[in-house]
Nanobody, 128 residues
Framework: QVQLVESGGGLVQAGGSLRLSCAAS??????MGWFRQAPGKEREFVAA????????AYTQSVKGRFTISGDSTKNTLYLHMDSLEPVDTAVYFC???????????????????????WGQGTQVTVSS
């Protein structure tokens, strides 16, 4: 069974840091990403990686503050978040492409429709 389980969310003051983790099982994933959804807003892209080449991508608002990383051999994905701001408050979701197209393309995916496996989400709350 293909499954993604996020952890590491919580409450942090503005300027603080958190590291989110995503444990993947049941498959080999070459394209993985993080998305977030704030109350009343649509789910938005945060960061993505393709293990075939290590290419990464970030949404502009988190560049220089967030880092996506992980261990492809362990199917573990991380999102290290520094200098957190109240606007970063959201439920953060891990996503993965369970097909081989990500391997052959070696591209990062920023569109949520390109992922077919999602975690349940972890809440990140940043207080001012």
């Amino acid at each position: 069974q293909v499954q993604l389980v996020e952890s590491g969310g919580g409450l942090v003051q503005a300027g603080g840091s958190l590291r989110l983790s995503c444990a993947a099982s049941g498959g080999t994933f070459y394209a993985m990403g993080w998305f977030r959804q704030a109350p009343g807003k649509e789910r938005e892209f945060v960061a993505a990686i393709n293990w075939n080449g290590g290419t990464t991508a970030y949404t502009q608002s988190v560049k220089g503050r967030f880092t996506i990383s992980g261990d492809s051999t362990k199917n573990t994905l991380y999102l290290h978040m520094d200098s957190l701001e109240p606007v970063d408050t959201a439920v953060y979701f891990c996503a993965a492409d369970s097909t081989l197209k990500a391997y052959y393309s070696a591209q990062v995916y920023v569109d949520p429709g390109q992922y077919d496996v999602w975690g349940q989400g972890t809440q990140v709350t940043v207080s001012s």
